[in-house]
């Protein structure tokens, strides 16, 4: 008796999708490179985590990447925003380029301004709702004082956040239900205007209903953003993206369209895995 | 379902359970009862003894020579506000950015030497310090001074001050440091506004106990800051403190300077008491602000 989603269920959510949101648009053939990354490998120390990955990640889609506990695919989203540079002895080699650009090009700072992050847990400071939103502008002098109060409504409504803190901006952002928490981190992140946005794992801590509203949030951003989101949950990968990665023992076993991935998978691993035969 | 298997356990009849409970509960209640009264039966001999010789006078009055009636204080207490002055300017500033710099950007075996460096130092005995400072400035300056007494104390405030910051800034979760930098905050801008905003209460409520516990240090202070009948003005000459106050109207033979005594330990302690108190109050608010 097994109750794993079997390739057909599988299927059967990816088309759900488009009942759920409308029906997609077409996913274009060749989307333009975010992130090109060429024969990258990773280490803690003398650990090699990541093992000559090679891929593009398309500009203005969500991509998700799936894989087993402890595949690297965290690891490999800390190296986008060379976030992985506060472990010690840590080490990359190959190239990551970010648009036209090397990744090593830019500074940590600029390089994480343009590639905001979302982790896990969700994180507010211990600040209120309205400095939680303003810090990322305030220090890096984005915003002209008196503009903040609209640029922080112009970021929850985006988050769709802003109806249900609009009374209580000042209030601490702990006062917040952990979905909505973990949105104010979203929405922070978004004040920044990044070009792309790192989320790792950002509903593990939630329930179903605060999962299906970040869930529609990435659907909302879909377009205006390029979104990498790693996740444990196949059913989720297969609910909001158009490209996926799996990743398996710090290899990269197969990237492709969303659809034709949970479809068709052209690799054996893949298909075991998302059908549910280990992981 | 399981009535076989619970009839093998073995079972106590319930009385038996009842009274090794009352018996247990008792004693844990005597244990905490004792540990309060130690120090309500303290606070409640220093009143007792010293009560009759707190008044105004004691606030604001010199000492006066033995068998005069009144006199007071007032010297002892602006002395012990001056040390603590001078001790909060040397260990606070020392023991704080140390304790930064400990828990954000030191890393290695430096900082593991540091640390247990600082907890060494605040194991020497009071007494050491106070000789160390004799050594280091009375007797270069061929005279006691407030200021070698300030130095004693803020040599003592430092492993203290600098251990809690350490400590404090460490229990941040590190998701907040992430969070910062990944929003394009540099080290320093994350450090400087989100994580030591998020460890002040605490911090602030290290150094408050620290003060309270170096308040009534009294052996470093006998050679440094030695101890005066008079007005102490500036930092060079010898000042009176309190604890100083306590052991030389302690020792005296004189009764009515054993009562002083008693009223200056008890202003000591009240002091030490609301100081605590306040710091108390402090962490609980800033819990209840930031939500926990």
Not at chain 1, 212 to 221: P, R, V, W
Not at chain 1, 246 to 259: M, N, P, S
Not at chain 2, 86 to 111: C, N
Not at chain 2, 178 to 193: C, D, H, I, N, P
């Amino acid at each position: 008796m097994s109750t794993t989603p079997s390739l057909f269920d599988l299927k059967k959510l990816h088309h759900a999708r488009s009942a759920r949101f409308g029906d997609p648009e077409p996913v274009d053939p060749t989307p333009t490179a975010q992130f090109t990354v060429a024969d990258m490998n990773f280490f803690y120390g003398d650990f090699h985590a990541l093992h000559d990955l090679n891929l593009q990640l398309p500009e203005m889609r969500v991509t998700g990447l799936i894989g087993p506990s402890g595949c690297g695919k965290s690891t490999f989203l800390r190296t986008l925003n060379r976030m992985y540079e506060t472990i010690p002895r840590t080490r990359v080699t190959g190239s990551i380029r970010f648009g036209q650009s090397d990744l090593l090009e830019f500074s940590p700072t600029l390089l994480r301004r343009r590639v905001g992050m979302v982790f896990q847990k969700p994180s507010p400071f211990p600040k209120s709702i309205f400095d939680n939103i303003a810090y990322g502008l305030r220090v890096n002098n984005l915003c002209k004082s008196r503009d903040l109060k609209n640029k922080v409504e112009e970021c929850l409504r985006r988050a769709a956040l802003w109806d249900e803190v609009k009374d209580k901006l000042h209030e601490s952002a702990f006062s917040l239900s952990g979905g909505q928490q973990q949105r104010l981190c979203i929405a922070r992140a978004l004040a920044v205007e990044p070009d792309v946005l790192l989320l790792d794992e950002p509903c593990s801590a939630l329930d179903p209903i605060a999962t299906a509203k970040i869930e529609d949030l990435i659907f909302d951003l879909r377009r205006s953003c390029t979104i990498i989101i790693v996740t444990h949950n196949m059913l989720q990968a297969a609910r909001i993206s158009d490209y996926v990665g799996f990743f398996l023992q710090g290899k990269l076993i197969e990237f492709d369209a969303a659809r034709k991935m949970f479809q068709f998978p052209s690799n054996k691993l893949t298909e075991d895995y998302i059908t549910g035969r280990f992981g | 379902m399981s009535d076989s298997r619970r009839s093998k356990q073995k079972s106590y009849p319930p009385t038996y359970k009842k009274v090794i409970n009352v018996f247990m509960l008792s004693l844990t209640g005597i244990a905490a009862l004792l540990v309060v009264s130690v120090l309500l039966f303290i606070l409640g001999y220093l009143i007792w003894n010293g009560a009759r010789s707190l008044n105004l006078n004691f606030f604001t009055k010199l000492p006066v020579p033995v068998g005069e009636q009144g006199g007071g204080m007032a010297n002892a207490i602006v002395g012990s506000g001056k040390l603590l002055l001078l001790a909060s300017m040397i260990g606070i500033p020392i023991g704080l950015l140390g304790g930064v710099y400990l828990a954000e950007f030191g890393k290695g075996p430096f900082s593991l030497a540091v640390r247990y460096t600082a907890d060494l130092l605040n194991g020497v005995p009071s007494i050491v310090i106070g000789i160390f400072v004799y050594g280091l400035i009375v007797l270069p300056q061929h005279h006691f001074s407030t200021f070698a007494g300030g130095v004693a104390l803020g040599i003592m405030m430092i492993p203290i001050a600098l251990r809690s910051t350490d400590e404090f800034l460490r229990a941040v979760p590190n998701t907040l440091r992430e969070g910062g930098l990944a929003l394009g905050a540099s080290k320093a801008q994350t450090v400087v506004t989100v994580i030591i905003p998020a460890a002040m209460q605490g911090i602030v409520t290290g150094i408050m106990l620290n003060l309270a516990r170096v308040a009534g240090e009294t052996a470093p202070l006998l050679f440094t800051a030695f101890g005066n009948q008079f007005w102490s003005s500036g930092w060079s000459g010898p000042t009176a403190s309190l604890p100083v106050m306590i052991f030389n109207y302690a020792i005296s033979p004189y009764e009515d300077w054993h009562r002083q005594a008693w009223a200056a330990g008890f202003v000591l302690l009240t002091g030490i008491f609301l100081t605590n108190i306040a710091a108390r109050l402090l962490v609980s608010g800033g819990r209840a602000r930031a939500g926990h």
